[in-house]
């Protein structure tokens, strides 16, 4: 069962699976760790909603200390906080989802793409025959070309 914890000698703050796990492993770190009073789903949704924001690890390590301040000071506001980010990683998710139903071309991601018509389709292998680039072809790109 996972659990949120801080590394006293180097600050990380993540999950670790086994609570009773005592000293921080990777890289060699060997600090102790010491449980966050945040829940791992809470975690999870404030790394999700922030993770792209941090380039540096310290300032990362530094907003994560604040949210833990701020749920220990004002569980209210943390509330608060927590639903915007849930907000936040919804609705990107949304997005994700949305954008990934997209068809793109397989050759160079362009959505800019039609259905091949039969007329198309028809005219070509009677002119070509087997030759034909568009036997079982459904989509051409309007960018590149490529059909498939």
């Known amino acids: 069962m996972y659990d949120?914890?801080?590394?006293?000698?180097?600050?990380w703050?993540?999950?670790?699976e086994d609570p009773d796990i005592k000293f921080h492993?990777?890289?060699?770190?060997?600090g102790e760790l010491e449980h966050v009073p945040l829940s791992v789903e809470e975690f999870r949704t404030i790394r999700s909603a922030t993770m792209n924001i941090f380039q540096d690890?310290?300032?990362?390590?530094?907003?994560?200390?604040?949210?833990?301040?701020l749920k220990e000071n004002d569980i209210v506001e943390f509330g608060l906080k927590l639903s915007q980010f849930r907000?936040?990683?919804?609705?990107e998710t949304a997005?994700?989802?949305?954008?990934?139903?997209?068809?793109?071309c397989p050759s160079c991601q362009s959505t800019q793409i039609r259905k091949i018509d039969v007329v198309e389709r028809a005219g070509?292998?009677?002119?070509?025959?087997i030759f034909s680039g568009k036997i079982n072809k459904?989509?051409?790109?309007?960018?590149?070309g490529y059909t498939w």
């Open 4 to 11: 949120v914890c801080k590394c006293l000698k180097c600050t």
């Open 13 to 16: 703050i993540g999950q670790r």
């Open 25 to 30: 492993l990777w890289g060699n770190c060997m």
């Open 57 to 69: 690890n310290k300032d990362r390590r530094r907003f994560y200390e604040s949210i833990i301040e």
């Open 87 to 91: 907000t936040q990683v919804n609705q």
């Open 95 to 104: 997005r994700m989802e949305q954008s990934s139903a997209v068809p793109r």
């Open 124 to 129: 070509s292998i009677a002119f070509l025959g």
């Open 138 to 144: 459904s989509f051409k790109c309007k960018n590149c």
